[in-house]
């Protein structure tokens, strides 16, 4: 990646350096935050927190910066995240030190039609809160958590938009950006995206092919009712890798599996925006991947029977433990200046467990923010939202840069 990245840098600022001038820009955000989590001591997955030894409390400062340089016909951006954490478990404290480019690129304009481009990018599309089922990499897209940083996907491609409605990529992912390589199913993919805009909707479609896994069919569509109303659904035909299966029968053990027979996702929503700016969002999600009512209690009763196969369900859970989600988000207007504030609900028609979540926002001077995120969940042990903790809190503070 990097000597395909500097091949363009080199070839591009030869032809072009005395054509146009560099633009660059650049901005950044310093966030410092404390999160505390409750975790259950009766876990069925993680009993006394001994199997996954999970943080209870965390303090971190975070510096998020984005770097922009173009011309004409070139454009590179970079965006760095450098990390200082201090995580204290049930009997230990931990430092944590990192810096590393979550995402990067270099993209060269061939012509008005023609775009090429390497780097570290995340590939995420569709409209969706809960889920991505569309998207064969960011099947959980981040955006029930705000502060959640994705990291790209180390990428080469070629994106021809032929005109203003319709757009094909290319890709080869040659890996899952800092996975290491023996935990990447999708290292040295292909990936083909189609996309048509037209007034009022837009659909893609997408299929992945990687030397590791089956192909994924994926697609994605949203259409707009008037001002107020979108519609959206998402789809996704996929096997998963290492699929650990729960007969409903108690009585069979776990089996694993190389890979899960080929099942489908589907997630459908609609968003309507009220006329003072806020909105409502309400999706369903059905994904065949997940474990019905009885695989999924059966699941737990085996964890439940020792600690080795609650280690042994704990690593190898599939994606959702359910088939059947129902998730709702409210959300204030974006384009306010003193603040923002967004809640969700999720709840898990399987087991009928569910987790309440909010996420705040208030500006205490021009370029400074206090926020806070919440997340509380109902059940018991043996349900998939309550199974591992009780409620966490983040409270923090992040500076705008310039």
Known sequence: MRYVALGLLLVVTA?????SSWNPSWDGTLYGYANATTLRTDSVLNPNNQIANLPKRSDTAELRLNFKAENEVLRFTARPILLA???????????KNDGYLSQWQVRLSASEELNVAAGREVLNWGAAQFRSPSSPFYFD????????????????????????????????????GRVAPAADEWRNT???KADQRGDGYAVGVVAA???LNAAFYGAHGQYSVGDETLLYAEMGSSEQLSALQSPADVAQPFSV?????????????????FPDGQSLSAEYLHDAHGYTTAQEAAY?????????????ALAMAPRLLGRDYVHLVWQSNLMESEGYCRFMYTRSLTDAGYELGAYGEATLHERVSAFFTATVTSGTPH????????????????????
Do not use: C
């Open 209 to 211: 092919k990687a030397a």
């Open 190 to 192: 292909w990936l083909l």
């Open 300 to 312: 737990f009763s085996r964890a439940a029977s020792s600690p080795l196969l609650a280690g042994q």
């Open 85 to 95: 954490q201090q995580q204290r478990g049930a009997a230990n404290t931990s430092q």
């Open 15 to 19: 032809t072009s350096a005395e054509e």
């Open 383 to 402: 349900q998939e939202a309550s199974s591992i903790f009780t409620r966490s809190v983040t409270l923090g503070v992040k500076v705008a840069l310039h």
């Open 141 to 176: 897209n981040g955006r029930s958590d705000p502060m959640r940083e994705l990291i790209g996907m180390d990428t080469v491609k070629v994106t021809w938009t032929p005109d203003m409605q319709s757009s094909f990529t290319l890709a080869r992912v040659v890996g899952a």
């Open 257 to 273: 599996l190389a890979a899960s027979p080929r099942r489908n996702t589907v997630l459908m929503g609609a968003t309507y925006t």
